[in-house]
């Protein structure tokens, strides 16, 4: 074989991979736009079907398991336990391990969170419902939808995530609350609810440049309080920390837990409650050694000041050409 003929066998090999590589590449695209599509689908049909059961005297486990059995149902998983904060408490309260027997009641503000995964491909999408007559929330719900409404009209690529930021916080401060300086919108990526980017309530916060083919959720909280948010004492949900490397373990069931996380629910956040369905005992110690060692994280209970209500809406978009397109 002469040099040239080696030549060019080199630069047709050289050819055939790249368009493997592209042809790979296109049919990921093809997959993450189908599986978002879908997984939007569901948490659109989700929300419609558990709205009209937020009502007083139901109890917040029964809401809770009934919206993640229905997105099960319809052939998605849970991105993340379902959120059901009620007044001041902003983000992370699911149902714990014991039942708490929490119920809504009238003159609540209740906050819904729920996410929604096909093959790791990830929507977030939350909403409000105001069981309360008290004037000073009857524009509260208005108030997150209005200013969402306003900042998915800037999503296009280049964007500064910063100027939606602003957008938000003008909007929401002109209905006299406060946005919650500590939440906010996020890129979302394959199995990781929160990305690298964060699109934040504020205009004095910095931001990120959204690009095509970016996946963010638009998160907008309204608060009657100052707008800052605390760690309460309860943790609920977990995720596994990706960057731990290995830590001797006393317990069995911890080890245990560890190897049923990572094959289950990967980096995805999980409820305590959803391991009872596997383990009987020894769930509370076993996480407990696996969050001290550094093998979990926990998340927190957020809340305002007590007497304090807090609204919440959001959507996810994917990033287009010259726009957006609403997934949820």
């Known amino acids: 074989m002469t040099e040239n003929q080696k030549t060019n066998n080199e630069t047709q090999k050289t050819q055939e991979e790249k368009g493997n590589e592209e042809l790979e590449k296109e049919e990921e695209e093809k997959l993450k736009i189908e599986s978002l599509r879908k997984a939007g689908k569901i948490a659109q049909d989700v929300k419609n079907y558990i709205k009209p059961k937020i009502k007083a005297g139901a109890k917040v486990l029964d809401i809770v398991s009934t919206t993640e059995a229905k997105i099960e149902e319809l052939n998605g ?13 902003a983000a992370h309260y699911t149902s714990p391990l014991k039942d708490d ?9 209740v906050k819904i969170d729920l996410g929604v995964h096909i093959k790791g491909y990830i929507v977030d999408t939350a909403f409000s ?5 008290n004037n000073a929330l009857e524009n509260i719900t208005q108030a997150t939808e209005v200013a969402l409404d306003a900042a998915k009209m800037i999503v296009k690529p280049k964007v500064n995530t910063k100027d939606i930021g602003k957008k938000i916080e003008g909007i929401v401060k002109g209905f006299n609350y406060n946005p919650i300086k500590e939440l906010g919108g996020h890129q979302i ?21 959204m690009e095509e083919g970016e996946i963010f959720s638009i998160e ?6 100052v707008g800052s948010v605390h760690n309460t004492q309860y943790s609920h949900i977990y995720e596994l920390n990706p960057y731990s490397g290995r830590v001797p373990l006393r317990r069995k069931t911890s080890k245990q837990l560890l190897g049923f996380i990572n094959k289950n629910y990967k980096t995805l ?9 596997e383990f009987r005992m020894g769930i509370a110690f076993g996480l407990q050694e696996l969050v001290q ?36």
């Open 220 to 225: 907008i909280f309204a608060s009657t309080g």
């Open 293 to 328: 060692q550094g093998k979990l994280q926990a998340h927190f209970v957020l809340s305002e000041k007590k007497g304090i209500f807090v609204a919440q809406i959001e959507e996810t978009v994917l990033v287009t050409e010259d726009g957006y397109e609403l997934l949820t």
């Open 101 to 109: 027997g929490l119920l809504i009641k009238e003159g609540d503000l």
């Open 269 to 277: 956040p999980f409820a305590e409650r959803w391991l009872a369905k």
């Open 77 to 89: 998983l849970c991105a993340f336990p379902v959120n059901l904060c009620i007044n001041n408490i």
């Open 189 to 209: 990526e394959r199995w990781t609810v929160h990305g690298k980017k964060q699109l934040p309530e504020l205009g004095s916060q910095g931001g990120d440049i």
């Open 129 to 133: 419902v105001n069981l309360s007559e």
